[in-house]
T-cell receptor, first 114, second 112 residues
Framework: DTGVSQNPRHKITKRGQNVTFRCDPISEHNRLYWYRQTLGQGPEFLTYFQNEAQLEKSRLLSDRFSAERPKGSFSTLEIQRTEQGDSAMYLC????????????FGEGSRLTVL | QQQVKQSPQSLIVQKGGISIINCAYENTAFDYFPWYQQFPGKGPALLIAIRPDVSEKKEGRFTISFNKSAKQFSLHIMDSQPGDSATYFCAPPLGGNYQLIWGAGTKLIIKP
């Protein structure tokens, strides 16, 4: 399978705990995006990388959220001191800069904060 | 600022019928007009897209129509099937970072 891979698919945690999600993009894609989606809503942009550089962060991304893409390949999204409002599907997408505007999404990581 | 308005919010169509979903936009800087399809528990996937130099594009049962003067584009699903039941989003990208501007989504249900 050469699509975007996300792990874990599901995570249940208690309020106050830290969680980390991993995204492996399509190998030749140099852009990587993180989105958050709650039930019945469209995806909300969180942040994106071009290679290893984080170029933009949404104002939605509080200080408890941090994302990295250390070698320009896989990326991690960490949420510290989780809150119940963080419960959502976290989607990763990748694309090839300069080639249309098509994003390829993974299947998402669903977070439930108890 | 809502740049993309999608309608209807939900749609029920009989099997074999035509499903039509519309998207109106404000920003004339958009130059690529995609529709994404999302099944429950899955990430969105590009279904079909059009550039503004053409007014219509057809791929199988799916047609996207573009009206530049009205600043609207629409998705038509011919011979709708139960397997088409999903949520559909228009999401044109804006700017050099190709950040997608998402519509609110249309939940489509095809009744057998």
């Amino acid at each position: 399978d050469t699509g975007v891979s996300q792990n874990p698919r599901h995570k249940i945690t208690k309020r106050g705990q830290n969680v980390t999600f991993r995204c492996d993009p399509i190998s030749e894609h140099n852009r990587l995006y993180w989105y958050r989606q709650t039930l019945g809503q469209g995806p909300e942009f969180l942040t994106y990388f071009q290679n290893e550089a984080q170029l933009e962060k949404s104002r939605l991304l509080s200080d408890r959220f941090s994302a990295e893409r250390p070698k320009g390949s896989f990326s991690t999204l960490e949420i510290q001191r989780t809150e119940q409002g963080d419960s959502a599907m976290y989607l990763c997408a990748s694309s090839l800069w300069g080639v249309t505007g098509e994003l390829f999404f993974g299947e998402g990581s669903r977070l439930t904060v108890l | 600022q809502q740049q993309v308005k999608q309608s209807p919010q939900s749609l029920i169509v009989q099997k074999g019928g035509i499903s039509i979903i519309n998207c109106a936009y404000e920003n004339t800087a958009f130059d690529y007009f995609p529709w994404y399809q999302q099944f429950p528990g899955k990430g969105p996937a590009l279904l079909i897209a059009i550039r503004p130099d053409v007014s219509e594009k057809k791929e199988g049962r799916f047609t996207i129509s573009f009206n530049k003067s009205a600043k609207q584009f629409s998705l038509h699903i011919m011979d709708s099937q139960p397997g088409d039941s999903a949520t559909y989003f228009c999401a044109p990208p804006l700017g050099g970072n190709y950040q997608l501007i998402w519509g609110a989504g249309t939940k489509l249900i095809i009744k057998p």
